[in-house]
């Protein structure tokens, strides 16, 4: 989305940790990539002196984003930055803590179980089965955690959700500090750890962010209605509490196909920062004869354009398949490993 504003919550976080004298750990993808640009670094090492003229400490492991070997955390070379990786370490009221980096299931699994005994916090950049399932593409089962951990603080998952497991452990992810994407909740925060002598709780704390305001537009006549009231919606001065660099809000326009989009940036010019998604069909100039539709493929219009003819066959496959597509690939993976096998539909 807008880099800035990754920048301005960063920054928000570390004042709030200067303020109440707090250290700050980050758990993976502080970067988005292993190279990132040279003024993502230049930041970072401002903001990691700011924390050591306050004398707290950052603490950090790589996510899948930004994992690179070594770690570019080792080359920060500052007292207070502190490389987490199968680190044990003391968080305040001598409770034990780790951190694990992003790893793949194999080799996670065998770093789980050899957890130090004594450690109670576990910080981790994974997917975990219960935020991921669905997608199929999660990476820790949360029974693999060993019990005597009783608080998981995870990274990657864009969202703030957490999971209390049958034994009591509570699994969070702490979520991203700024919109990665305009399918993401505009409301970000992070995770204030406090060790009592009940035990170990969080809470989170509000990051002012960017506001994003959406419209769906399916006429001419509703296009009509937001030229006329677009400058009422997106009015500065309600957008005046948030810092300066982030009062511009981001407006999401789906826009019918055929609509005018010109109408759409003339009225808004600078008052947001636009994105116009398209959706709907065009209506045909003229309509096929029944013999003609018979014979229309509904896949190819799809499938031409974004397919070799090799690929043709799997991506019909794969876009016809009204199961699990994980089955479609294993399928056509078998193929391509032992070409003796007969392709999928192939007679």
């Known amino acids: 989305m807008l880099a800035n504003d990754a920048y301005i919550s960063f920054s928000f976080i570390v004042d709030y940790c200067i303020a109440n004298g707090l250290d700050l750990f980050s758990t993976g993808d502080l970067l988005d990539a292993a190279n990132p640009p040279s003024d993502a670094i230049a930041f970072l090492y401002s903001e990691f002196l700011r924390l050591e003229d306050a004398g707290r400490t950052f603490r950090l492991i790589d996510g899948n984003h ?116 305009t399918d993401e909740e505009v409301d970000k925060s992070f995770i204030h750890v406090q060790v009592t002598p009940q035990g170990i709780t969080y809470t989170r704390v509000p990051i002012p962010t960017r506001r994003m305001v959406t419209a769906s537009l399916s006429s001419d006549e509703e296009v009509d209605q937001f030229v006329r009231d677009v400058a009422t919606a997106l009015d500065p001065a309600q957008f005046a509490y948030l810092p300066e660099d982030i009062r511009r809000p981001m407006l999401v326009v789906k826009l019918l196909g055929g609509l005018d989009a010109s109408r759409i940036k003339q009225a808004v010019g600078d008052l947001a920062h636009l994105w116009i998604a398209p959706f709907g069909h065009v209506v045909m100039a003229s309509q096929p004869s029944e013999t003609e539709a018979a014979e229309i493929d509904p896949l190819e219009e799809i499938i031409s354009p974004a397919a070799s003819e090799n690929l043709k066959p799997f991506v019909r496959d794969l876009l016809g398949s009204n199961g699990d597509p994980r089955s479609v690939i294993e399928k056509w993976a078998a193929v391509v490993l032992n070409p003796q096998t007969a392709a999928p539909g192939a007679t």
Do not use: C
């Open 66 to 181: 930004d994992a690179s070997d070594p770690s570019w955390a080792l080359a920060v070379n500052r007292p207070n930055v502190v490389y987490a990786d199968k680190l044990k370490f003391k968080l305040p009221g001598g409770i034990i803590a780790y951190g694990l980096n992003y790893r793949p299931s194999a080799e996670l699994e065998i770093e789980l179980a050899a957890i130090p005994k004594d450690v109670t916090v576990l910080f981790l950049h994974q997917m975990t089965k219960w935020a991921f399932e669905k997608e199929g593409v999660w990476n820790l089962d949360p029974d693999k955690i060993p019990a005597h951990v009783r608080m998981v603080f995870i990274g990657d998952y864009h969202r703030a959700v957490a999971f209390n497991r049958a034994d009591g452990q509570h699994q969070v992810y702490t979520g991203s500090i700024a919109m990665q994407s």
